[in-house]
């Protein structure tokens, strides 16, 4: 059982004060993912408030090799959001180590 490597969680919550309907949130959020894909490298999903059209819930996720290194990552993520959505956003966020998730019982072979 290898015990290097940590994981990050980041719990996004979105206000999309201008956004008028679904389609307009839509719209935005997409953008908001991809960026957060192909640009930070964070895998993401929507994972709340899908139905109101002025909030949305992100959970992503970033792993890393070294703990240093994956929070410069976390933070830059956290940046980037709070620069994209003056308005409204929050982050909250769960960093962990492999060997922390397995000791809590979660995976391992």
Same mark, same amino acid.
């Given at each position: 059982?290898? +015990? %290097?490597?940590?994981? =990050?969680? @980041? ?9 008028? +309907? ?7 959020? !997409? #953008?908001?993912?991809? /960026?957060?894909?192909?640009? &930070?490298?964070?895998?993401? =999903?929507?994972?709340?408030? /899908? ?8 959970? =992503?996720?970033?792993?890393?090799? +070294? &703990?240093?290194? &994956? %929070?410069?990552?976390? %933070? ?10 003056? %308005? ?5 966020? @769960?960093?962990? !180590?492999? /060997?922390?998730?397995?000791? =809590?019982?979660?995976?391992? #072979?």
């Amino acid at each position: 059982m290898a +015990s %290097d490597g940590f994981v =990050a969680v @980041l719990v996004i919550h979105l206000h999309f004060p201008d956004a008028g +309907s679904l389609k307009g949130k839509r719209k935005e959020l !997409s #953008s908001i993912k991809a /960026q957060l894909r192909g640009r &930070l490298g964070a895998a993401v =999903a929507e994972t709340g408030h /899908q139905d109101l059209w002025q909030r949305a819930t992100l959970t =992503a996720a970033l792993t890393g090799g +070294s &703990l240093g290194v &994956l %929070d410069a990552a976390v %933070d830059e993520l956290e940046r980037w959001v709070l620069a994209r959505c003056p %308005d409204g956003a929050r982050v909250e966020r @769960l960093v962990a !180590s492999v /060997q922390d998730l397995w000791g =809590a019982g979660v995976g391992g #072979s």
